[in-house]
Structures are given as structure tokens and as C-alpha cells.
């Protein structure tokens, strides 16, 4: 029998394209058939953060399985309080496991978008840029591939920081100093990372067809390129965490909000996505319970990547995957 996926949507900023797309997806019977869908919708919550809040009070306690938030404004969001810069730092003070840095992760079906740095000013990246904080995020990749989407040997490309990745001291040396040496240790414990790649050439090339993810060293360096090739269908991923929430990769879209032209593809595909992740934890949770048991990933499930599951506390084995 197969187990109900319930997931809750957050309808984000008021003023943004969030309640209209919302909306939208709560009208078609066909998504609503597959999904057991909870819109959280607090009265007099104009930012969206008191949606957010009650959305995560029920994954926390969970009464739902995963959160799909629409776009808040962090402007917005700040003047009312709320105290973080972003749904990924949000996610993290609730629910990140120690000694772990929780990945924004950008995904569509065609290409995968980690990052070392996320929301921070282009002036830092620099100094933020260490063998320990790039390998930690190697790890972390690796591991959400093989758990959140059921990819083994996962094979990763890492983007270097300057342009051209530096030619060899030229142009800026993080390349030879971090990002060459954490690939040789990533490699060391069978993690298959290779590079670096100069960002321009690898996506303008289409290399990145090659590899399972990217890890990209700052925001605008994956997100530019990843909006590009997917803007209506990426979703935002906030992996290394023991619950599921993914997003649709636009704005609020104030410019367009309430005029009727926003699509609701995007968060369909976060919808679509969490449901998948959602799947594969419960498949991989029954394979490391019963590691004698014979595994198959041809079930089908009513969704669009089906996976046996029983029920186990997912949440309790994420927490001890390599700590």
C-alpha cells in the first residue's frame, strides 16, 4: 500500500505572485489527487513570515512531510523581524544538524546547482573561500545525491573563483591554494569531484551534462547560469537537512504580481521535486535498515519517481548519516 505524501505551502510575501500561484495549484484536481496539499495562510501575515512559521511548527511535529515556500522579500521580511536573510538560513536555525552547513541547492531535471557561499556580499566570497568549508560542501553534495535522489557514485564538477580559474596564480590564486587541493582530498575519500572549471566555458559548452551536480563558489556564479538554462522549472532545495523543503527559483515578482501572467510551473516543480525527495528518503531509509534485503526502485508510488518504502523515522537516520 502506498503511504500519503502531505506537503504544505507556504503562500509567501501578499504582495508578490506566491497567493495567486497558490491559487492556481490548488485548482487542479489532477496535482491535488496525487498530493494530500495544505496551504498554511495566517490572517494579517502581509510578509508571509507567520506562514512560514506555522508551516514549520507542522513539519516539525510531522503533521506534514514536506514544506514548498513561496518567495518572501528579505526587505520586507527584515523590517517585520524576521531575523534571517533567507528561507536557507531560516531552514538551518530550525533544523540544521551540527557541524553540518545546509546547501542551497538549485535543481531541475537537467542540471544541479550547489553552493559554498550563499547570501553574502560579493566582497567576502574571497575569505570565505577554505579546504574545510569547500570539502564540507563536497560531502554534503555527495551525500544529498546519493540519499535525496538516489544517484550512486554521484560525479560532481567543481567551478573555480577567477576568471579563467586563475591561470595559475595570473588571475588570483584560491584555485591553487583551496579549490585544486580539496578536489585531490575529496578525491581521496572517494568522493568523484573533479575540476576546477571555469565557470563561462563549462556552461556555455554544455559540460555540465556530464556530471550528476555542480559546485559553484558563489551565488551569482551558480544561479546566473542555472536561471538562464531553467528559470520555469528550477526549484530551490534546502539539502543537508533531516526535512524536506524546496521552492520555485523566482522572486516574489512584484512587477507582476495580480496581472494574471505569472506561471505556475515553477512551483509545481518544487511541488513535483519534494514529493521525489520525499520518496527517495523512504527508499533509502528501508535499504539501510534491512542491508540484506533485496531493493528495487521500480515501484511506482503515483508519482513521477516511485521507490519501495515502510515506515521508519527518516528524520532519526538522516541526523546519523556520517556525523
Do not use: W
Not at 595570473?170 to 591553487?176: A, F, I, K, P, S
Not at 559553484?216 to 526535512?243: C, I, R, W
Not at 496581472?259 to 527517495?280: E, N, W
Amino acid at each position: 500500500m502506498k503511504k500519503e505524501i502531505k506537503i504544505g505551502i507556504t503562500r509567501g510575501d501578499s504582495l508578490g505572485v506566491g497567493p495567486e500561484l497558490t491559487d492556481i495549484i490548488m485548482s487542479e484536481k489532477v496535482l491535488r489527487s496525487m498530493y494530500n496539499l495544505k496551504v498554511f495562510d495566517v490572517d494579517d501575515d502581509p510578509t508571509g513570515v507567520r506562514s512560514l512559521e506555522a508551516a514549520t511548527e507542522a513539519l516539525r511535529n510531522k503533521s506534514i512531510d514536506a514544506i514548498v515556500t513561496n518567495p518572501i522579500c528579505k526587505k520586507r521580511a527584515a523590517e517585520a523581524g524576521f531575523g534571517h536573510i533567507g528561507h536557507t538560513e531560516f531552514f538551518s536555525s530550525r533544523f540544521g544538524v551540527s557541524g553540518r552547513e545546509p546547501l542551497m541547492f538549485m535543481i531541475c531535471d537537467s542540471l544541479r546547482v550547489a553552493l559554498v557561499t550563499k547570501h553574502v556580499p560579493l566582497s567576502e566570497v574571497p575569505s570565505m573561500i577554505s579546504t574545510q568549508r569547500i570539502l564540507d560542501h563536497l560531502r554534503s553534495l555527495k551525500r544529498s545525491l546519493e540519499v535525496d535522489f538516489g544517484i550512486r557514485g554521484p560525479k560532481i564538477a567543481v567551478l573555480g573563483l577567477n576568471p579563467h580559474c586563475g591561470e595559475e596564480g595570473l588571475l588570483g590564486n584560491e584555485e591553487r591554494n583551496f579549490i585544486i587541493p580539496t578536489i585531490d582530498i575529496a578525491n581521496d575519500e572517494g568522493i568523484l569531484a573533479f575540476g576546477p572549471f571555469a565557470a563561462d566555458g563549462f556552461f556555455g559548452s554544455g559540460a555540465y551534462l556530464k556530471f550528476d551536480a555542480v559546485l559553484a563558489m558563489y551565488h551569482d556564479q551558480g544561479l546566473a547560469p542555472f536561471k538562464a538554462l531553467s528559470f520555469s522549472e528550477g526549484v530551490n532545495y534546502t539539502a543537508g537537512l533531516p526535512v524536506v523543503r524546496t521552492s520555485p527559483a523566482h522572486g516574489v515578482g512584484f512587477d507582476i504580481a495580480g496581472k494574471g501572467i505569472a506561471s505556475p510551473d515553477a512551483l509545481k516543480a518544487a511541488i513535483y521535486a519534494a514529493a521525489d525527495i520525499v520518496r527517495s528518503r523512504r527508499a533509502y531509509a528501508e535499504m539501510t535498515a534491512n542491508p540484506l534485503q533485496k531493493q528495487t526502485n521500480e515501484h511506482n508510488e503515483g508519482g513521477r519517481r516511485g521507490a519501495p518504502h515502510k515506515d521508519v523515522n527518516v528524520d532519526e537516520l538522516l541526523e546519523t548519516i556520517e556525523q
